[in-house]
């Protein structure tokens, strides 16, 4: 494979396995814009980051694709919101393997769970987004669905959307539960364009985690919503990020947490040892530009390699300090 952003593979070892990555591509076609803090954004054009990706994975030939969710973007008119979807979702089929997706509030903007779900095949329980897979014996997938506790995507008398709009009433005093106007520190973290993980995903998270120790396998935890404040904008977080990580923080089988919504990314590692890598987003990219790379896994470490905007990252399992190819290339921008 051709290595993007300087990264060397470990001498002479061959991968386990390697994965494809892109998140946020959140598609629609209308003009350009901007997003509330002013950055822009290109709507039409991150298909075509999309397009290259596909092109470009279909010539390394990864195992698998993680899509990291917000798959069309919330201003897309909703009259075309299925036609959208069903466009990207053609996009990711090119791609010669399996594609499997993640769900954010983008998406759910645009269409119900019981529409958007079929659509982008998540194995469904009741409505929820959550499952694991174990492409090879070494390693473990678990995708999470960040929007379980949600005020978006469920009908609006759903026990869940009640608990969410129940946990943003006593956590955000704004009249505009988007806005987090006199939220301090993590508190800003409570917004409705956020969600949380339910009390049976949890329980749920902790019987995988049980499994994979038994079976002495890595974890990849994936979650459309960052994980770790280190890693992100406080106001990007996981409502309930730290019960995540209670759960994920009593094993030592999850090695790192990969992550979307937070657009410009961001590298943490946590008092664990467990890293924690944000996605760059497809559509804040401009035309010529790409965000979406490859991940190569072996026994020790993963190591992502970045194309274009994505900035390439080593993750070496045990450590808990932050290895410089990120942070060089982020104070090269």
């Not at 593979?9 to 991968?15: E, M, V, W």
């Not at 053609?90 to 779900?117: A, Q, S, T």
């Not at 979307?260 to 664990?272: E, I, L, P, Q, T």
């Amino acid at each position: 494979m051709g290595y993007a952003n300087g990264l060397l593979c470990p001498q002479g070892k061959q991968p386990l396995l390697s994965f494809g990555v892109i998140s946020d591509v959140q598609y629609a076609d209308i003009p350009d814009g901007r997003s509330f803090l002013g950055v822009p954004r290109y709507y039409r054009h991150s298909v075509c980051v999309l397009q290259r990706a596909v092109q470009k994975w279909n010539q390394e030939k990864p195992k698998f694709v993680l899509n990291f969710g917000d798959i069309v973007d919330g201003f897309c008119p909703k009259d075309q919101s299925m036609i959208a979807v069903k466009k990207i979702v053609n996009e990711f089929d090119k791609f010669n393997g399996p594609v499997y997706h993640m769900i954010g509030n983008h998406c759910l903007y645009n269409l119900p769970r019981k529409d958007l779900l079929p659509l982008l095949r998540i194995p469904s329980n009741d409505g929820c987004a959550y499952f694991d897979f174990s492409p090879i014996p070494e390693y473990r997938f678990v995708i999470l669905d960040a929007y379980d506790i949600s005020a978006i995507g469920w009908p609006e008398d759903h026990p869940n959307t009640l608990k969410a709009l129940k946990v943003l009433q006593e956590r955000n005093p704004n009249s505009d539960k988007n806005s987090p106007n006199g939220l301090v520190g993590t508190d800003r973290r409570f917004l409705k364009f956020n969600g949380g993980v339910g009390k049976e995903q949890l329980e749920w998270l902790d019987h995988v985690l049980q499994e994979a120790t038994k079976l002495n396998q890595n974890v990849i935890v994936c979650c459309h919503l960052p994980l770790d404040p280190g890693a992100s904008s406080l106001s990007a977080l996981c409502w309930n990020y730290d019960e995540v990580m209670d759960v994920i923080h009593h094993y030592s089988c999850v090695k790192v947490c990969l992550g979307g919504h937070d657009h410009k990314g961001g590298y943490s590692v946590d008092s664990h040892g467990v890293h924690h890598r944000v996605l760059e987003a497809a559509l804040e990219c401009p035309p010529g530009t790409d965000a979406f790379g490859h991940i190569d896994a072996f026994d020790d470490r993963l190591s992502l390699f970045g194309i274009d905007r994505m900035k390439s990252t080593e993750m070496v399992f045990g450590h808990k300090t932050i290895l410089s190819s990120y942070n060089e290339q982020i104070h090269r921008l």
